[in-house]
């Protein structure tokens, strides 16, 4: 029995045995089309009136209860071969096996046209998201698929690639000491939309990182075990992470869109198309989201709320969060409804915004932490590091950096800085240090894509080496660049594989490759030199206050010099060695060469042992011991180092 049914709330609700579907949709016609099953391939079509089944733009129609799965999906203008999904669906029918070209029909989904709705009932025991302050925080960028997807990870084998494989894995992070676990897009995605091959095998490349969103609602089914509820799989996950005292950020992309479902249901409401109603492309990726409209500010709001109430989600990164402030004509606004409406929402109350503050055309650096509230991605602080351990930068722009970079959140805290020296995007760290020039050729794009400005340096031979002199200095290169990551005021981030020393050959955006350059080796953590001192970094880290106190260092914190501790030195010296005193609940003298060669420095006054000396081979490197005592007043800082050295008084 049919019915007229509502206009709220969008989406599927079931009351008073009734189903109610609602949406929105500017077209003239409309039809909800409903299947008896997932091989149903007709389906039963309902056109709607729109004299009794609209109101404005949004399309409403009730069903009496059924004894089958409610499977549905809506066709516009009669157009029964593409049928669109509901945008408000929390479930959809979706290919079961990750790449299965043989469910395809043309390199799009054949059932990811079909939306679903069903109650998942879960038992979190009780379990609460760890009370950990924003700036104790100590971010892991990883990828669901990449984490497990090799037999070396040790979880069972239906359990590779997916939300139960991380939750199998948790025992990793919590030995290397993350707290907070920020995950690439979860959010369903069609992997196999990209249809270009590597050029040199042959090989079909995929959408692997999952920028491309097709819903906002719906977890990502090839995330799931064979034949597993997503729903309950992804908030297994999440229990594991918060029982184990590690939090989980979702990075979420409503720049833009992939699919056709929002361009055929509502084209210029969901999109900032131009004067010739033609998309707009602000995000690089084809479309761009018209984020402060207001059915789609309502639409993005659910979503969120959805995220942290259903699945326990404790925060955000929005990928190209700039579009998040453009208006309808594509210009940035001063002061965005959609970023203060989130900011401001009660059921989002505590939760980790993080804002990626830039897009394909406007760099915003520094528009989100105030009056927002909002950590953001700190690229200068990325290209200040690079280029002085390198040698080609400043140490006042690295001082600056260190001191949670005042220069950009002076009216918030450190905490609004998200420090990051690698990410997913770009080179990872082994690569920083061992690449000046990108190889992305197997992503078939003629090794276009990606940056070619990467401040980056080989070593001094590029690539891939036998040389054990180059592998000394990569060594000791990644060891300082993990140093200053952790020992500076802000947020720190590190990426999924640099604990180990990942290598993706140079190639610095593999967002197309589902395969040994983004998978986790799991076989290179054991007697891991970088393994072990990135967990030490972090142990020192959280043992001090004085690095992750959540306001920038004050002169009494933190003494800056170069050669001679009796001649302070503010922001003003130039060159590439900087050197200093911290004093927390213990002190320390510090310094960092970037330059080639060595260089003497004097120690303060005191007594002083060798905690971290970079240039030393493993495990003299970083010393716990502090059995190391100086027996000079000065030390050698070799080129491309740092040392450290904590106080005996």
């Known amino acids: 029995?049919?019915?007229?049914?509502?206009?709220?709330?969008?989406?599927?609700?079931?009351?008073?045995?009734?189903?109610?579907?609602?949406?929105?949709?500017?077209?003239?016609?409309?039809?909800?089309?409903?299947?008896?099953?997932?091989s149903d391939k007709d389906g039963l079509v309902i056109p709607l009136d729109s004299a009794v089944?609209?109101?404005?733009?949004?399309?409403?129609?009730?069903?009496?209860?059924?004894?089958?799965?409610?499977?549905?999906?809506?066709?516009?203008?009669?157009?029964?071969?593409?049928?669109?999904?509901?945008?408000y669906a929390k479930h959809l029918i979706t290919t079961r096996?990750?790449?299965?070209?043989?469910?395809?029909?043309?390199?799009?989904?054949?059932?990811?046209?079909?939306?679903?709705?069903?109650?998942?009932?879960?038992d979190w025991e009780g379990i609460k998201s760890p009370d950990i302050s924003k700036e104790n925080l100590i971010i892991y960028e990883g990828h669901v698929r990449a984490f497990t997807m090799l037999p070396e990870s040790g979880v069972p084998e239906h359990h590779r690639g997916t939300f139960l494989g991380v939750a199998d894995r948790v025992d990793h992070l919590v030995a290397l000491g993350i707290n907070a676990l920020?995950?690439?897009?979860?959010?369903?995605?069609?992997?196999?939309?990209?249809?270009?091959?590597?050029?040199?095998?042959?090989?079909?490349?995929?959408?692997?990182?999952?920028?491309?969103?097709?819903?906002?609602?719906a977890p990502m089914g090839r995330y799931a075990t064979p034949g597993g509820d997503v729903s309950i799989e992804m908030k297994t996950m999440v229990k594991t992470l918060h029982s184990h005292g590690i939090k989980v950020i979702l990075d979420v992309v409503y720049n833009h869109t992939g699919g056709h479902s929002f361009e055929q249901l509502a084209n210029e409401t969901y999109y900032i198309l131009?004067?010739?109603?033609?998309?707009?492309?602000?995000?690089?990726?084809?479309?761009?989201?018209?984020?402060?409209?207001?059915?789609?500010?309502?639409?993005?709001?659910?979503?969120?709320?959805?995220?942290?109430?259903?699945?326990?989600?404790?925060?955000?990164r929005f990928d190209e969060a700039t579009i998040l402030a453009r208006g309808r004509d594509g210009k940035i606004l001063r002061n965005s409804p959609l970023v203060s409406a989130i900011s401001e929402d009660p059921r989002l109350k505590n939760t980790i915004m993080i804002a990626e503050?830039?897009?394909a055309v406007a760099y915003g650096i520094g528009s989100f932490h105030d009056p927002y509230g909002w950590s953001e991605w700190n690229g200068p602080y990325r290209d200040s590091i690079r280029e002085f351990m390198i040698g080609s930068g400043s140490a006042a722009n690295f001082i600056e950096a260190v001191n949670g970079s005042p220069h950009i959140f002076e009216s918030t805290s450190p905490a609004s800085s998200i420090n990051f020296v690698v990410c997913h995007d770009g080179f990872c760290l082994r690569d920083l240090v061992s690449y000046e020039k990108k190889y992305n050729w197997i992503n078939g794009e003629n090794n276009k894509d990606g940056s070619d400005d990467n401040k980056s340096w080989n070593s001094g031979s590029e690539g891939e080496t036998a040389d054990p002199a180059v592998n000394l200095v990569r060594q000791r290169q990644m060891n300082n660049l993990t140093m200053a990551?952790?020992?500076?005021?802000?947020?720190?981030m590190i990426l999924s594989g640099d604990e180990y020393g990942h290598t993706k050959k140079g190639n610095n955006n593999t967002w197309c490759q589902d395969n040994d350059l983004n998978y986790f080796s799991w076989e290179k953590l054991e007697n891991n030199e970088n393994f072990e001192f990135l967990k030490k970094a972090i142990r020192l880290r959280k043992s001090d206050s004085v690095f992750s106190k959540n306001s920038f260092f004050t002169e009494n914190e933190i003494t800056w010099f170069q050669l001679d501790p009796k001649k302070k030195t503010s922001q003003k010296f130039r060159g590439n060695f900087a050197s200093g005193v911290i004093k927390g609940e213990r002190e320390y003298y510090f310094a960092f060469n970037?330059?080639?060669?060595?260089?003497t420095a004097e120690f303060p006054a005191g007594k002083w042992a060798r905690l971290i000396d970079t240039f030393l081979k493993f495990p003299e490197n970083f010393d716990e011991t502090l059995k190391n005592v100086a027996q000079e007043k000065s030390v050698t800082v070799n080129g491309h180092s740092m040392v450290m050295y904590q106080s005996m008084q």
């Open 1 to 38: 029995k049919v019915g007229n049914g509502v206009d709220s709330p969008l989406g599927v609700s079931f009351a008073q045995g009734r189903y109610n579907f609602a949406l929105l949709c500017t077209e003239k016609k409309i039809s909800l089309i409903l299947y008896t099953s997932e």
């Open 53 to 87: 089944n609209k109101t404005g733009n949004l399309w409403h129609i009730s069903i009496e209860e059924y004894d089958l799965p409610v499977i549905y999906a809506y066709s516009v203008n009669d157009n029964k071969a593409q049928t669109v999904l509901d945008p």
């Open 97 to 122: 096996r990750w790449g299965d070209l043989a469910e395809q029909d043309e390199g799009a989904f054949k059932t990811l046209k079909r939306s679903v709705f069903k109650e998942s009932v879960f």
């Open 182 to 217: 920020e995950l690439l897009p979860i959010f369903e995605f069609d992997e196999l939309a990209w249809d270009k091959t590597n050029p040199q095998t042959g090989e079909r490349l995929c959408n692997f990182w999952g920028y491309s969103t097709e819903n906002f609602f």
């Open 274 to 316: 131009d004067k010739k109603r033609q998309h707009t492309n602000y995000s690089g990726c084809g479309n761009t989201v018209n984020c402060n409209q207001e059915d789609v500010m309502k639409l993005i709001l659910e979503s969120l709320r959805y995220w942290v109430e259903e699945y326990h989600v404790d925060g955000f």
């Open 357 to 359: 503050a830039w897009d």
């Open 485 to 492: 990551l952790m020992m500076s005021r802000g947020i720190p």
């Open 594 to 599: 970037g330059g080639k060669t060595a260089v």
